[in-house]
């Protein structure tokens, strides 16, 4: 199970390119709406979510967090006891967290980035405390996957398709979508 969060103001792409991918990948994905079940993009699109936070049970069994960036979805996202929550528990579980644009910097506020590598979008580098702040498109240190934005939306869900099941079916999807 992939809990994909969505906050108002999120960056569409950087979260229905990952859900795409993953789906591909058959992994079950549910998408989990921050404050309703009705959330708007960054661009004003709405998206229906397959439930909202306070639906979501604080013992369920699940294999990784997604979360999209964009503002002030990111900010949103921070300020959820629920996602602040499964973020803690993924790490402490040592399930994959998975955080592409600003996203990232709600890793380092909480001092899961320490020692070790990361990406952001431009201009959130200092917020990704502790680690070595890379300029890659998509990083991934162990059980952390972190992203620039919304260009490597597609590339960032091959890494997270990649980590749940393996390279091969990672590459395989890519192939057969025609990304290059």
Sequence with gaps: ??????????EETEAI???????????????????????EST??????????ESELSDTCDFDAVVLPGGMPGTVNLENSVKVQFFIDRAVSEKKL??????????LGHKGILNGKKATCFPGF???????EVLTDGVCCDDNIITAKGAGVALPFGFAIAAYLTNEETS??????MQCE
Excluded: W
């Design 171 to 176: 590459e395989e999807i890519r192939k057969t």
């Design 43 to 52: 661009h004003g699109i709405k998206v229906v979510c397959d439930m909202e």
């Design 17 to 39: 390119a990952p859900i795409d991918i993953l789906k591909r990948a058959k992994q079950e994905v549910v998408t989990v709406g921050v404050g309703g079940k009705t959330i």
């Design 125 to 131: 580098e200092s917020d990704l405390i502790g680690c």
């Design 1 to 10: 199970m992939v809990y994909v969060f969505l906050a108002n103001g999120f």
């Design 97 to 106: 967290v998975a955080a592409i644009c600003a996203a990232p910097s709600i």
